[in-house]
């Protein structure tokens, strides 16, 4: 499990990304003269700092997405050697060069990236406290953490969607977080096999991308809240497939295949774990790829302005501009995404 110390420097990028975004508020409303100097001591620095030649919002932005790779360096062997999730791994090991090139990017003039930094932020606010925030207790009323209430829903879930399947596990308490929140398999041998579901099980990642991103662009409401009714329930929907398909085919190991190949790949020598390795290392990681794709076409149909950051992301993988947002919406001056303008 990532320590605090990764949970503070979690926070730290994220506030890096937040401090970064509110120069550019601040700068382009003083751009528009909406914008006093001396409104908060914020608006004061960045006024000083721009007063001296500086971009407070290129140079901050583009620091905190050094730290973001410097942040998926440090998560890297947790992914890959903890987790001995390869695809996770993989992404972690690549958002390296991807964060660093991106700063690079921002530095040199690509404003159209100021999107996709403000996404990460909004992404970090919905993600980090579900991650950080432990229970607590306020005038005697006792408020649990974020992340149990949603572990424990998603446990629930899945449960009443096996059974509906026909599988009946008993409900148990997990080893790793101490609750209600695993359930147990008895093999026809006689052996126990316990399927946890903890805070990566929850789509809670997921969730947080979408609603980060339809955050970050500037778009009527009315459009972001169909993009996020399109995106979040699907997302939902998707993942209780996913645990309950883990769940059983785990719990009654459905997949036992290439037995030998699989425990060497992920380093184990429990022959039980190989139907475990398959549903959710490989199968389920790769389709939640292919998902994300998926719903991501569903939100821009709604939401086109996100093609920006498609376009973006695209440039950061191939080196290749993209005008993408011209084909779906026409009436779109691809000019004004050219990187002359901060959106």
Known sequence: MPSVLTDLFAWLVIAAFLVGASFDWLQRRSAAG????????LAALSDRLSSAGADPARATTAAAWALFAAFWLVLFPHFAFTQKSYVE???????????????WLLWNGRDSLFVLSRAVAAMGLVYLPFETIPSFTVAGVHVPAPKRVLILTVTEQ????????????ERVEGPVLGYMNAYQFTTAGGHNLLFEILLACTGLGSMAIFVGLIAAVRA?????????????????????????FIGVTFGNQYLQVFVDEVLFLFGSDNVYKVSYFVAD???SQVLAVVALVGITYLVVRELPELLTV?????????????????????????????GSQRL
């Open 34 to 41: 909406l914008q006093r100097s001396g409104r908060g001591w």
């Open 89 to 103: 791994g993989v992404l972690a090991l690549a958002a390296v060069p991807a964060c660093l090139y991106a700063g």
């Open 158 to 169: 899945t449960g009443f969607v096996m059974r509906l399947l026909g599988y009946h596990p």
């Open 220 to 244: 009527p409401l009315a459009r972001k809240l169909r993009a996020l009714a399109v995106s979040i329930p699907v997302i939902w929907a998707l993942n209780l497939v996913r645990t309950t």
């Open 281 to 283: 290392r490989i199968l």
């Open 310 to 338: 498609v376009e973006d992301v695209l440039y950061l993988l191939t080196n290749e501009e993209y005008d993408l947002r011209s084909q779906v919406d026409p009436a779109h001056d691809a000019a004004a995404d050219s």
